[in-house]
C-alpha cells in the first residue's frame, strides 16, 4: 500500500520560509497526481497545490500563488513544497496527498499522509 510521510512543519515568523517533505513509498511515479492540502481546526479542507504528471502540470490555490513552490525529486520518492514569504494565515496542518493513476488533486484522494503542523507566528 502507498504511504505518505510529511516532514519539515514548525514554527516560524511571518515572512519565513519552511519546506515541507512528502516521503512517498510503494508508488510508481508513473502516472499521478500528487499535492498538498492544509486545515485549520473547525474549517474545511483547502487545496493548496498540486502536480499532475499526466499534464506536466502545476497549481496553487490563489492564497499561495507566487510565495508557494511544489517540486518532485523521483530519484528520492520525495515531493517538497516550498513556502515562501509565510504569513500567520498560513497557520494550519498541511497534507500531502496523492492519487495513482490519477490527473488531478481532490479531496477525495485516495492516498493521504498523517499531516505536519506549520505555525506562522506575527
Known amino acids: 500500500e502507498v504511504q505518505l510521510v510529511e516532514s519539515g512543519g514548525g514554527l516560524v515568523q511571518a515572512g519565513g520560509s519552511l519546506r515541507l517533505s512528502c516521503a512517498v513509498s510503494?508508488?510508481?511515479?508513473?502516472?499521478?497526481?500528487i499535492g498538498w492540502f492544509r486545515q485549520i481546526p473547525g474549517k474545511e479542507r483547502e487545496w493548496v497545490s498540486c502536480?499532475?504528471?499526466?499534464?506536466?502540470?502545476?497549481d496553487y490555490a490563489d492564497s499561495v500563488k507566487g510565495r508557494f513552490s511544489i517540486s518532485a525529486d523521483n530519484a528520492k520518492n520525495t515531493v517538497y513544497l516550498q513556502m515562501n514569504s509565510l504569513k500567520p494565515e498560513d497557520t494550519a496542518v498541511y497534507y500531502c496527498?496523492?492519487?495513482?493513476?490519477?490527473?488531478?488533486?481532490?479531496?477525495?484522494?485516495?492516498?493521504w499522509g498523517q499531516g505536519t503542523q506549520v505555525t506562522v507566528s506575527s
Open positions: 502536480f499532475s504528471s499526466r499534464y506536466g502540470s502545476k
Open positions: 510503494r508508488f510508481t511515479f508513473d502516472d499521478y497526481a
Open positions: 496527498a496523492a492519487e495513482e493513476p490519477g490527473d488531478w488533486c481532490e479531496g477525495t484522494m485516495t492516498y
